[in-house]
């Protein structure tokens, strides 16, 4: 099973509607991460949290909530979707290492679609 | 500021023909982390090597290897001998102590290896 798992994989929603996007892990990572890929930009990080009581806004959390609900589980949420929130959306964990040397390990994506 | 910047954005190279990635990253902290993940066309991202700043020694894994001089600010990535398996999009990411583990990511290459 992958140590990293996000769900859905893929939706497609309508303008306006809210959907919340799923990341688990096994890891037993302490810190957790959302990211969107868009073409040519990269990965820009939305959210991110060190423990479930400390989550901090990234650098493009404007639409966007996350939820921890435990060391394992951290949602991210569109309260209402628009069409440039059309991305890639990965969720990321790392452990709780000395400074910033621990690498960040990726869930497969969910690829968002805003009609 | 931190950034990184990886300014080919697309390469296309025979196989069997030798090609380098270009990372080139901003920091102010003396204490950081480079990165390279492969990105596959399914899409999942893959860690490939993690290099911390006191660290300027070579590594080379196989048909990869990197080269870091912190002379220059660079990161770069040769893959020799490419493949077609080695078709796919490269980012180069940075973090370091002043952000935690926050990483900053390139915009990424696409590498296409033409049989």
């Known amino acids: 099973d992958a140590d990293v798992t996000q769900t859905p994989r893929n939706r497609i929603t309508k303008t306006g509607k809210r959907i919340m996007l799923e990341c688990s892990q096994t890891k037993g990572h302490d810190r957790m991460y959302w990211y969107r890929q868009d073409p040519g930009l990269g990965l820009r990080l939305i959210y991110y949290s060190f423990d479930v009581k400390d989550i901090n806004k990234g650098e493009i959390s404007d639409g966007y909530s996350v939820s921890r609900q435990a060391q394992a589980k951290f949602s991210l949420s569109l309260e209402s979707a628009i069409p440039n929130q059309t991305a890639l959306y990965f969720c990321?964990?790392?452990?709780?290492?000395?400074?910033?040397?621990?690498?960040?390990?990726f869930g497969p994506g969910t690829r968002l679609t805003v009609l | 500021a931190q950034k990184v910047t990886q300014a080919q954005t697309e390469i296309s190279v025979v196989e069997k023909e030798d090609v380098t990635l270009d990372c080139v990253y901003e920091?102010?902290?003396?204490?950081?982390?480079l990165f390279w993940y492969k990105q596959p066309p399914s899409g999942e991202l893959v860690f490939l090597i993690r290099?911390?700043?006191?660290?300027?020694q070579n590594e080379i894994s196989g048909r990869y290897s990197w080269n870091f001089q912190k002379s220059t600010s660079s990161f770069n990535f040769t893959i020799t001998a490419s493949q077609v398996v080695d078709s796919a999009v490269y980012f180069c990411a940075l973090s370091d102590e002043n952000t935690g583990n926050q990483f900053y990511f390139g915009t990424g290459t696409s590498l296409t290896v033409i049989p």
């Open positions: 290099r911390n700043s006191f660290d300027e």
């Open positions: 920091t102010r902290d003396t204490t950081y982390y």
């Open positions: 990321a964990t790392s452990d709780l290492g000395a400074g910033a040397e621990v690498e960040q390990f």
